[in-house]
Every structure is written in C-alpha cells, then in structure tokens.
C-alpha cells in the first residue's frame, strides 16, 4: 500500500487541482471578509482533514485512505502547505500540536515553537537609545528569526505515532515544487500588497516576483527545485539534515549576513533545539473538557479563562443576538488578557501561575466582576492575584502581533486526532529566504520593552526562550473522548475566535460549518472589535450603548474544525480563507 502512496497523492492533487489554476485570473483580495457567506459542512464516516489549502488537504486525505495515520497525514499537510501557502508556514517557522492517541486514550501537547537564539539579549529590539524599534522594521531581516521548530516537531511526532515511510511522506511536496504549483488567488494578492520589504532580499524577490519585477498573478506557475531538494535531504537523513550540515549553515548565514538588518542566530542553537512535550492545559466548561496548548503559548489559558469566566452566566439563554451576551463574553476576555499580559511567558523561564489563573474559585471571583449590565471601565480591568508558589512581580507588556499562519485538522481511521496551528508568525515572516523556504519572525512576538516602569516583564526576550504565542489548538473531550478539533489563525484574536467558536458549539448549538463561518466579535484590550460587512455590525450601536468603544474592521481567521460523533465525523474549513475539509 505504501508504494502506492506517491503515485495516489499525485493522482490526489490533479482531482483536488482548484479552478484558480485553470485559469490566469486577477487576484481577489483576501483580506475581504466573505463571513456572511456560509462553509460547506462535509461528512464522513472513516476519516478527515480540514487545512487552508485544497491541495494540502487533498494529499493529506490521500495518506489517511492509503490507512496512514493522522501524524503521517500531518507531516504531508504541513510539507505542502510550505509549498503552497509559503506566507502562513513551513520548515523555517515553528508549531504546536495537540494529539489525541486513540490507542492509548491519551492526549498530548507537542512545542515545536521556535527559540531565541542564544546570543540574544533582552535588548534585541531596543534601539541605541533604548527605544523600541518599530515593529516592522524588527520583523524584516535576520534580528526577529527564531530557530525554527517544524521539521524537529514533525519528526518528533512521526517517530512516535507515524505509521508510514518518513521518507515517502515528504515526496508528494517535493514532487509538486519540482512539476510547480498554481499561484493561488490568496498568495497572489497578498504578494502583490507585500510592499517593498518582499522585494528587499534577492532570494525571496526572485522567488515571488517575475522577471520585470512585476508581483506573480493566481493561476502562475512556480517551481520551487530548492524546496524539493531540501525535502529529499530531510526525507533521507531525517531532521538533523535541516538542523546541522548544509541547510543549517545556509540557515545561519541568511539570517546574519541579512542586509541592514542581520540576526545573532550561530550553528549550536540549531543543534541544540529540542522539541518539548508540555502537560496540555484544560478547563472543564458545562461538562466538557477543552484542552489546549500550554506555555508557552497563552492559547489554553486565555481560552479557558474565558470559558471558565462565563460558565457563571446563562449565556445560552441570553442567545447570540444579545448585547448582553457579547458583553460578558468581551470582558471575560478583557480580564483574561489583563492576567495574560502579566503572568504569561515561557514557563521553563519565568515561573507562571498557570494553575491558579486556571482555579473555578479565581475565576468565580473574576466573573463576579462581570455582574452589573454596563461595559467594564479601563481601570477595572487588571490583572488579577491567583493563587501561586512564587513571589514575583511582573509588569504589563505591549507585543504586536500581524497576520499569516494556518491551522488544520485530521482524524484517522483509529480516532487520532490532530490539531495543529503552525506559523513563521507575519506573512512572509522575515522576508528571507534560504533552499526553497521563508525564515520566521518569531521573536517579535517578545515584548520589545524589558521593563514596565522598572518591573521586568515576563515576556522579554532571554537567550534560549520562546516568545509567548496566542496560537489556540484545541481539542474538546466529553466523558475522556475527542469530540471537537479546532482552530486558527489570527494573532492574538486567535483566543477570541476559537473561544467565540467553542462558545457557539457548545452554548448555542451550532454546527461546524455555522461556527467556523460565523461573524466575529471580540474585545482583547477594551476596544469591541466587530467583523465588516457582517451581521455582527448590528450589534455595534447596543454595544456603544454599554459603553464601549466599537472598531469594526476585517477579522481574518482561519478556523478549521472537524466534529467526532458517533455517527462519523463533521468538519468544515473557514470560508475567509482558501480551505477545504475533506474525508470519506
Ligand atoms: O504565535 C502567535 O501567536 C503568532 N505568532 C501567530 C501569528 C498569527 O496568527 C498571524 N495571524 N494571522
């Protein structure tokens, strides 16, 4: 079955060839909302996957129904999404995974995020004077690349849960960029609004622009022989292929001889990285358990803080049409970010209160500050003082985070289940670009300050760290079983739309395609950010009302998701994006 893996997936992408390849088409802006429309539910009995890209999905779906597992289908998904959706993911970013081991009815959280190198100092975004750099002029170059986590989390997991031939799982991707991919409508339009910071690196401007120098148009063909070298030396040496030798050296030298901008990344800090298996973080919310991704992601956290906030309300009989609702909703998150900006960094650094801010009897006290009918006032909304072990003091921090990532979703045959958020952070990350793939940004998402009026802050940068992430992989257990697999994109939104998801599927019944596709709403920092074009502008007026501050704009998730019920399985891929879900 396994020889006939290649040959399947091949077949796989010309049945999954979307239309913009048919044709040169103009490219649509992606960053237009299409939230009124709705996702297509798909149903399956045996197997699925959901990912941001038709071509990703279809070759993993391939590998499931040659009866691989969902880690082999994973390592597939994430090698072609580094093809096709180069500007999300890829090897030269980093990831978490959230895995549900049917056989062992286990569920296991894997960190590959990436790591500051350990040359850099918690000056690295400070400039002569002590001032913060201005974000984007930290993100492009070698300064903001983390040492990448994908290919040593991938390995990691296929060695534990992977069924099929390593080394066959990365040909399909590599036989797609050497026979080259169509340019799709979404990368097309999101190079030609890169600006100039695309172009500033020779590798990645000849990569996505033409000849003249003009932005690739959707339905291009692009070839990328680099990218399916890399994928053959990996395929054969395994991981330590990327993580020492040529590609490391190339890795090394990219980000420091980067022009204007160059990092302090050396040979031993990608030798050194490890991935780390972490406890997964879960709150129990009427009767279920929602499970997540820990630190040093603020994901798990964030999401069950506010789920643990609203358990005191009847935010089922409110309904989603209510004001009211959304009231609570936004100021449980409010109060959920106020403690995330505080306390939460990476734990193997600074030691974090994760459990108390996790306590029924915190969170009951913070809920009860939710109780009167008007907005929280700016100076009501602090962290707060959970329980815990150490006497530290950590002051507020301001880290920006922009778009890109992808997230997807796989349930095999056994009942595995995948979840996994994967990014290089902005879109496009660093801007460079080494043997057929992008370099990360990750360590702009450190806060740039080091103090808050002579507080440290807890998610400065350190040598060896991981900054925190908002990414929100999410697994919902009933009665110790899988029964929900979500996430998505969207920096440090991403805790708004999977909590406004999980809160939809649980409270208001909705289905997988109704949550996913469901206009957003949400307030992180006190402003109520509501989703353009959507219903979700009616609610703007009732909610200045309350007192807030309304912003409505473009909210660029990218929820994929897949229901386990005993009937078979459910999934659907957010219509803002280019995603399918696939099973049989
Ligand atoms: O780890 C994080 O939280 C961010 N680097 C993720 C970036 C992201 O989702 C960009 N979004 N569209």
New binding site residues.
């Given amino acids: 079955m396994q020889r006939n893996l290649f040959a399947c997936a091949l077949a796989a992408l010309v049945l999954a060839t979307p239309a913009w390849s048919q044709q040169a088409s103009d490219a649509t802006a992606p960053e237009a909302s299409t939230a009124t429309s709705t996702a297509r539910l798909v149903t399956a009995k045996s197997y699925m996957v959901a990912a941001a890209n038709p071509i990703a999905a279809a070759t993993g779906a391939e590998v499931l129904k040659q009866g691989g597992s969902a880690i082999d289908a994973a390592v597939v998904v994430q090698t072609m999404l580094g093809l096709v959706e180069p500007q999300s993911s890829g090897l030269g970013g980093g990831a978490f995974l959230v895995y549900y081991d049917a056989g062992r009815k286990r569920l296991t959280t894997l960190d590959g995020r990436e790591t500051a190198p350990q040359m850099a100092t918690p000056k690295l975004f400070l400039d002569k004077d002590g001032q913060p750099l201005k974000f984007m002029d930290a993100v492009i170059g070698g300064r903001s690349v983390g040492t990448p986590g994908t290919v040593r989390l991938l390995q990691e997991a296929h060695n534990r849960w992977g069924r099929q031939d390593w080394n066959r799982l990365l040909e399909p991707a590599a036989a797609l960029a050497d026979a080259g991919f169509a340019v799709s409508p979404r990368l097309a339009a999101l190079i030609a609004e890169a600006g100039d910071g695309l172009k500033k690196y020779e590798a990645t401007r000849n990569y996505f622009f033409d000849t003249s120098g003009a932005p690739l148009k959707a339905g291009a063909l692009l070839k990328n022989a680099a990218y399916a070298e890399t994928l053959r030396l990996i395929g054969e040496r395994g991981a330590d292929a990327f993580y020492t030798g040529r590609i490391a050296e190339a890795i090394v030298d990219t980000v420091r001889m980067a022009a204007g901008n160059p990092g302090v990344l050396v040979l031993n800090d990608l030798a050194d990285y490890r991935v780390r298996e972490r406890q997964p973080v879960c709150i129990s919310y009427r009767a279920l358990d929602v499970c997540g991704m820990g630190s040093p992601?603020s994901?798990a956290v964030a999401v069950g803080q506010t789920l643990g906030m609203i358990e005191n309300f009847d935010i089922k009989g409110l309904g989603p049409d209510n004001p009211q609702s959304w009231r609570i909703i936004g100021d449980a998150q409010r109060l959920a970010f106020a403690d995330r900006g505080r306390y939460l960094a990476d734990t193997d650094f600074v030691p974090a209160p994760i459990k108390g801010l996790m306590e029924k009897d915190y969170l009951g006290k913070r809920a009860a500050l939710l109780d009167g009918d008007k907005a929280l006032a700016d100076d009501a909304v602090k962290a707060g003082e959970p329980e815990w072990d150490h006497a530290l003091l950590f002051g507020r921090d301001k880290a920006l985070?922009?778009?890109?990532?992808s997230h997807f979703v796989i349930v095999d045959r056994d009942g595995n289940v995948v979840s996994m958020?994967t990014?290089i952070?902005?879109?496009f990350g660093s801007r460079l670009m080494t043997n057929g793939f992008l370099l990360n940004n990750?360590l702009t998402?450190f806060s740039f300050e080091t103090h808050d009026n002579g507080v440290p802050i807890a998610n400065r940068v350190e040598p060896g760290k991981r900054?925190r992430?908002?990414?929100s992989p999410t697994i919902v257990m009933k009665d110790g079983k899988p029964l929900l697999a979500i996430g998505s994109?969207?920096?440090?939104?991403?805790i708004g739309y999977v909590t406004q998801a999980l809160i939809a599927y649980i409270d208001w019944g909705k289905d997988v395609s109704q949550i996913v596709a469901m206009p957003h709403l949400l307030n992180r920092f006190g402003t109520f950010e509501i989703e353009a074009g959507t219903q979700a502008e009616k609610l703007a007026d009732p909610l200045k009302a309350l007192g807030y501050e309304v912003k409505i704009g473009d909210m660029?998730s990218?929820l994929q998701a897949i229901e386990i019920t005993a009937d078979g399985l459910k999934g659907s891929a957010d219509p803002r994006r280019e995603g399918v879900a696939i099973g049989e």
């Fill in positions: 992601s994901g985070e922009l778009p890109s990532t958020t990014t952070e902005n879109g990750e998402d900054p992430s908002s990414m994109p969207g920096g440090s939104q991403i660029n990218g």
